[in-house]
């Protein structure tokens, strides 16, 4: 026979609340009594219960605050009213403004990135050049 302690913090909660008022019940008569610490035991209890029932409250508001943060940012960089659309505006408006100097853009806040961009022949070569390596240390 097997008498299993549950993992979830609900349960597990919720057995301690169970076993600590039967504890209580018996007073001095409990066989818990032997246990090194189990004055503390009640104590404990209460503030597992007290930290996880404030754990799923703030769980709940993270959830509700996510939401509207993302409602806010906006689907996309093409629909108007919303941080997103206002942001690349912003961008490409100062860009538009700072042709040639695009670094000018970091006084704005924007992250400016000076390297040329890979053309499609070079990322086609690097693709290539990784899946011949892989195939070489596959077939070693």
């Known amino acids: 026979m097997r008498v299993n ?10 057995l301690a609340k169970a076993i600590n008022a039967k504890h209580t019940a018996l007073g001095a008569a409990s066989p818990l009594n032997g246990i090194e610490g189990i004055a503390g035991f009640g104590t404990q ?7 996880n029932q404030l754990a799923g409250q703030l769980y ?3 959830e509700t605050a996510t939401e509207a943060r ?3 940012l906006g689907p996309d960089t093409t629909t108007p009213g ?3 659309f206002y942001v690349t505006a912003a961008r490409d408006v100062l860009a538009a403004l700072n042709k040639g100097s695009e670094h000018k853009l970091g006084d704005w806040g924007f992250e400016v990135d000076a390297t040329a961009q890979a053309t499609a022949e070079q990322k086609a070569a690097i693709k290539a050049a990784k899946a011949a390596a892989k195939n070489k240390t596959a077939t070693t």
Not at 8 to 14: C, G, K, M, T, V
Not at 45 to 51: C, G, P, Y
Request: glycine share 0%.
């Open 60 to 62: 709940k508001q993270a």
């Open 70 to 72: 993302d409602n806010a």
């Open 45 to 51: 209890v209460t503030a597992a219960d007290t930290n």
């Open 5 to 14: 302690i549950p993992s979830n913090p609900d349960y597990l909660i919720a």
């Open 82 to 84: 919303y941080v997103r």
